[in-house]
């Protein structure tokens, strides 16, 4: 599934269950944050979605044993010039890291032997293909992340509007007849409380997320750096 249909049917499937929850499951204190309460709901559903996503999607792309196991065994294999061998426990891990490191030691076996290629130049086609598995490996890494800091973003936004709506009330109460109302005072105030404790909640949920993601991704970079070095200058030493 493409990523802007995936997202229109999450973000159109959150408002719905959202507007149910309201609706049905929620305790009346709550309801009385009003509509927005239903947007705050939608942000909730699509904060769990992204996160169980990047959850899944980050552990397939770590691959099925440890990485610190697997390059231990890669660059031994490689070391020992057993090309065959290190391919095949790239096949046996799978995952982001893999595949890269795969990519290159797959063409440095066609561009081996080849007689009209000079050393470097078969290096620097191996690192080309390296850095170019890299990049498309990245994207997959790092789906969703922005998804997640503009829902910070936006929640912030959507409880603010709803306390800036709550004290609207609220004073519109105290000017009624120049006296307080103190039921329609109690309401604003509360929609007003309600919305500002969802935003924030909201807020603070998706960027703890978000910098998790963030440091997990970054690791994984740098162990597929510190592998892809490893394993060209191990294949400089085949020449």
Same mark, same amino acid.
């Not at 231990?72 to 096949?91: F, N, P, Q, W, Y």
């Not at 620097?124 to 790092?142: C, D, K, N």
């Not at 039921?183 to 500002?196: F, M, Y």
């Given at each position: 599934?493409?990523?802007?249909?995936?997202?229109?049917? =999450?973000?159109?499937?959150?408002? %719905?269950?959202?507007?149910?929850?309201?609706?049905? =499951?929620?305790?009346?204190?709550?309801?009385? @944050?009003?509509? &927005?309460? %239903? *947007?705050? =709901?939608?942000?909730?559903?699509? %904060?769990?979605?992204?996160?169980?996503?990047?959850?899944?999607? /980050?552990?397939?792309?770590?691959?099925?044993?440890? &990485?610190?196991?697997? &390059?231990?065994? /890669?660059?031994?294999?490689?070391?020992?010039?057993?090309?065959?061998?290190?391919?095949?426990?790239?096949?046996?891990?799978? @995952?982001?890291?893999? #595949?890269?490191?795969?990519?290159? &030691?797959?063409?440095?076996?066609?561009?081996? +032997?080849?007689?009209?290629?000079?050393?470097?130049?078969?290096? +620097?086609?191996?690192?080309? %293909?390296?850095?170019?598995?890299?990049?498309?490996?990245?994207?997959?890494?790092?789906? #969703?992340?922005?998804?997640?800091?503009?829902? *910070?973003?936006?929640?912030?936004?959507? @409880?603010?509007?709803?306390?800036?709506?709550?004290?609207?009330?609220?004073?519109?109460?105290?000017?009624?007849?120049?006296?307080?109302?103190?039921?329609? =005072?109690?309401?604003?105030?509360?929609? *007003?409380?309600?919305?500002?404790? +969802?935003?924030?909640?909201?807020?603070?949920?998706?960027?703890?997320?978000? #910098?998790?993601?963030?440091? $997990?991704?970054?690791?994984?970079?740098?162990?597929?750096?510190?592998?892809?070095?490893?394993?060209?200058? #191990?294949? $400089?030493?085949? /020449?």
């Amino acid at each position: 599934m493409k990523q802007g249909m995936f997202n229109t049917i =999450l973000i159109t499937a959150a408002f %719905v269950i959202g507007f149910c929850i309201f609706e049905f =499951l929620l305790p009346e204190f709550i309801q009385k @944050g009003g509509p &927005l309460v %239903v *947007a705050l =709901l939608a942000l909730s559903i699509m %904060v769990v979605t992204y996160v169980i996503e990047r959850i899944l999607s /980050l552990r397939k792309a770590q691959g099925k044993a440890a &990485l610190e196991k697997f &390059l231990s065994t /890669l660059i031994k294999h490689v070391s020992a010039g057993d090309l065959e061998a290190a391919i095949s426990a790239c096949d046996g891990q799978r @995952g982001s890291l893999a #595949n890269i490191i795969k990519s290159g &030691l797959e063409r440095f076996s066609e561009i081996r +032997g080849d007689k009209a290629m000079e050393a470097k130049d078969k290096m +620097g086609e191996v690192q080309r %293909v390296i850095e170019e598995a890299t990049m498309l490996e990245m994207p997959i890494l790092e789906k #969703n992340l922005i998804a997640l800091s503009t829902i *910070a973003s936006i929640a912030t936004m959507v @409880g603010l509007l709803g306390t800036v709506i709550g004290m609207i009330r609220s004073f519109a109460a105290l000017a009624h007849a120049g006296s307080a109302d103190a039921v329609q =005072l109690s309401q604003g105030i509360s929609e *007003a409380l309600i919305n500002t404790a +969802g935003g924030i909640s909201i807020a603070i949920t998706s960027i703890v997320c978000y #910098n998790f993601f963030t440091t $997990k991704i970054d690791g994984m970079t740098y162990m597929i750096d510190e592998a892809s070095y490893d394993v060209i200058q #191990n294949l $400089k030493s085949k /020449l």
